[in-house]
């Protein structure tokens, strides 16, 4: 296993305190076809205001109504097509035609003048408007009626997976209790709108909503949000705090030192921001494919209609000018518009049964070509909160001696690691065999217990008070206890590791997952021996968020051609990394509003075992997706060499045409069993981590 850190470590977590562009649309332009909501040419299903709302439900209202007076006009063709006069019958299919597939016209004319040609919308072009050419009306409706179809059942569920998740979403604090200067009284302001000089009010469990500088009153504070440092930190007078920590157990006063635009979580935000632009766009696997397919099917089509009026006696160019538009028509892949799409559906469908919200078809396509995954540590391979993971007596003490005297010690203190002390201990705690109990920040805590002197904190209490003692190297936080001034041991309190994390990381590597990197904000000695104990590969400890987007950077450049890396974290500071990632992943039960709005992927129970999961459905998804490509493909061929030998008519290749689509579909049903056939995971309790 490989070690990095980026800083010497200091002795005691306490006191750590780490300190070519690509468009960022994923797959924008309109030549998409299975694309998510945000990425079809007919709109996006999702959004993030209520304005935004109110346009997708109009979209998808507009999308149906197109469906629905197509396919009614088109009954109206085939039911009453003989009694109309012929004017009147193109018109009806004419109508029916351009309800449906005017998106995909205007998708086609706009990449034309851009310069990409040769894609599906192109292809479906000359296809419908080919069979228009040979009067073929009814085949032309039915091809866009059918991409339609299948884009809308896409866009739907794209819709409801960003809509699930935005239902999640509250960035950043809305407002500061600012502190009028003439009589003590609070008044509620948006944070843009406190100057710098202000008095601001915290209470307790808030978040602090802009940097400053603490003027009144102590508290722990919670700052794993920025820095990933698992365990709080206690704050007073003259200490700087950053926007975006948590007050634990005090009001905290704070001058303002720096605007909200400067703030630190502005500033995170703002590198989530150009990460997003650096990210290059996930190409999904049916448009690389089409932008192949579509140039042979053309050049087939195109010498069909020339090559034999020129070779072959006798022939005629008006009858292989009809071949080559009955190929064209045959060649559009309605099978794989529609099925491709439902195999997205599926996915994501099955992937959700999981537990497991993924927010558009790019990113199974993503999950399907990972390479390397990094993982952050506190919230995601560990829980986030702490228990005591050893009792170490010395001295003639026992066990169960030192955890009484620790706990009894730290029994007043509201100090998180303090409160894993006294849970740990399983006997009753007699508050009358306490006395003269007192508080020293950064140090510790000293007692009278039972009449005899007692002290519990750091080492460097212990080194203050000249106790004689070892193991300053143990993992995990430390806390020494002294009774009647001689060392009686130590107990270590440690982030939990989630019980499914190491079969998690097991089930990857198992898939072919190659790399296995952890990225931490935390102490260098906590994060390896939880790295050697999870069986990771390389672990880089004491990072800040700049740190990590770098890091993943050069990861990234050291991946095999067509393969990916992801990153799965929860907090605010994991948001620029996730977004730089070719596949963000966040844990949206204890995660982080922020790094719910970066990841592409989101874990709705926190259970880091849906990682692997996740994988196997996107790889899944993938393999139905090029089974119903080869199978459609070889379908075609033998139908396009019928249509070219004037064997199969325009109704005998439509009839095929449809076999074939709806064998297609039905094999893309198989993804929507993808989350029974993976099974329900065993239950497990999600302990949820205090004050986040």
């Known amino acids: 296993m490989k070690h990095r850190s980026t800083a010497e470590p200091?002795?005691?977590?306490?006191?750590l305190s780490p300190g070519e562009e690509t468009p960022s649309a994923a797959c924008s332009d309109d030549s998409c076809s299975c694309s998510s909501a945000s990425e079809s040419p007919f709109g996006a299903s999702g959004a993030e205001s209520a304005d935004a709302k109110a346009a997708g439900r109009y979209r998808d209202i507009l999308q149906l109504a197109r469906i629905f007076g197509s396919v009614a006009l088109l009954g109206i063709g085939f039911f009453q097509g003989a009694a109309l006069p012929r004017p009147g019958y193109i018109a009806v299919h004419l109508f029916a035609y351009?309800?449906?597939?005017?998106?995909?016209?205007r998708a086609a004319a706009r990449n034309i003048v851009h310069g990409r040609v040769f894609d599906e919308m192109f292809l479906m072009t000359i296809a419908t408007l080919g069979a228009f050419a040979i009067g073929e009306l009814a085949e032309a409706v039915a091809v866009m009626l059918f991409y339609s179809v299948g884009e809308y059942f896409q866009d739907l569920?794209?819709?409801?997976?960003?809509?699930?998740?935005?239902?999640l979403m509250d960035l950043r604090p809305d407002t500061a209790r600012v502190l009028a200067a003439d009589d003590n009284t609070?008044?509620?302001?948006?944070?843009?709108?406190?100057?710098?000089?202000?008095i601001i009010e915290v209470l307790p469990g808030e978040r602090i909503p802009l940097d400053g500088v603490v003027v009144e009153g102590e508290s722990g504070v919670d700052t794993s949000a920025l820095t990933g440092e698992s365990v709080p930190r206690m704050v007073g007078p003259e200490d700087e705090v950053s926007a975006g920590y948590i007050t634990e157990n005090g009001l905290l006063r704070v001058r303002v030192t720096r605007p909200f635009g400067e703030s630190s979580i502005a500033r995170v935000l703002e590198l989530a921001q150009h990460a997003a632009e650096r990210k290059a766009p996930t190409e999904r696997f049916i448009t690389r494919f089409a932008r192949v397919y579509t140039p042979i099917v053309v050049a087939i089509a195109a010498a069909l209609a020339i090559l034999p009026p020129l070779l072959l006696p006798g022939a005629s160019f008006s009858d292989w000018l009809y071949r080559a538009l009955v190929v064209l028509v045959i060649s559009c892949p309605c099978a794989l518009v529609v099925s491709i799409p439902l195999s997205y559906f599926g996915g994501i469908g099955g992937a959700s049964r999981r537990r497991v919200l993924v927010k558009g078809a790019t990113y199974l396509d993503a999950l399907s070509e990972l390479h390397t995954v990094v993982f952050d540590k506190t919230g995601t391979l560990t829980r986030g909160v702490f228990t005591v993971t050893a009792v170490v007596p010395r001295n003639g003490f026992g066990a169960e001696e030192l955890l009484r005297m620790a706990a009894h010690a730290e029994s007043g203190s509201t100090h998180p690691i303090a409160r894993a002390v006294v849970a740990s201990h399983t006997g009753r705690l007699d508050p009358a065999a306490v006395s003269e109990l007192r508080e020293e920040k950064g140090h510790g805590v000293f007692a009278r217990i039972d009449g005899k002197p007692v002290m519990a904190g750091n080492h460097r209490l212990m080194h203050r008070e000249a106790v004689t003692h070892s193991d300053c190297e143990a993992a995990g936080t430390t806390v020494f206890v002294a009774v009647d001034g001689r060392y009686?041991?130590?107990i270590v309190v440690s982030d939990e590791i989630k019980p499914e994390a190491k079969e998690a990381i097991r089930k990857l590597k198992r898939l072919g997952i190659e790399r296995v990197v952890m990225l931490t904000g935390d102490n260098r000695r906590i994060a390896e021996t939880?790295?050697?104990?999870?069986?990771?590969?390389?672990?880089?400890a004491e990072l800040l968020p700049e740190d990590k987007v770098e890091l993943l950077e050069r990861l990234q450049g050291e991946l095999p051609t067509g393969r990916r890396v992801a990153f799965v974290g929860d907090g605010i500071n994991d948001a620029p990394v996730l977004m730089r990632a070719d596949l963000g992943i966040a844990m949206g039960g204890l995660g982080s509003d922020a790094a719910i709005e970066a990841a592409d992927v989101v874990l709705m129970d926190d259970g880091v075992d849906r990682v692997p999961s996740a994988v196997e459905v996107g790889r899944r998804t993938r393999a139905i997706v090029r089974q119903n490509i080869a199978f459609t493909l070889g379908a075609k061929a033998v139908f396009i060499a019928l249509g070219a030998a004037g064997i199969a008519g325009?109704?005998?290749?439509?009839?095929?045409?449809?076999?074939?689509?709806?064998l297609a579909v039905l094999n893309a049903t198989r993804t929507l069993r993808l989350g029974g056939r993976l099974g329900p995971r065993a239950g497990r309790d999600v302990t949820r981590q205090e004050n986040r």
Not at 191 to 197: I, K, L, S, Y
């Open 488 to 490: 009686a041991g130590h």
């Open 98 to 105: 351009l309800l449906v597939a005017w998106p995909v016209l």
């Open 157 to 167: 569920a794209v819709g409801r997976s960003r809509r699930s998740i935005a239902a």
């Open 10 to 15: 200091e002795t005691q977590i306490e006191e």
């Open 650 to 662: 325009m109704w005998l290749a439509v009839v095929g045409d449809m076999g074939v689509t709806l």
């Open 186 to 198: 609070t008044q509620l302001l948006p944070p843009e709108q406190v100057a710098v000089g202000r």
């Open 530 to 540: 939880v790295a050697e104990q999870l069986g990771i590969d390389e672990v880089y």
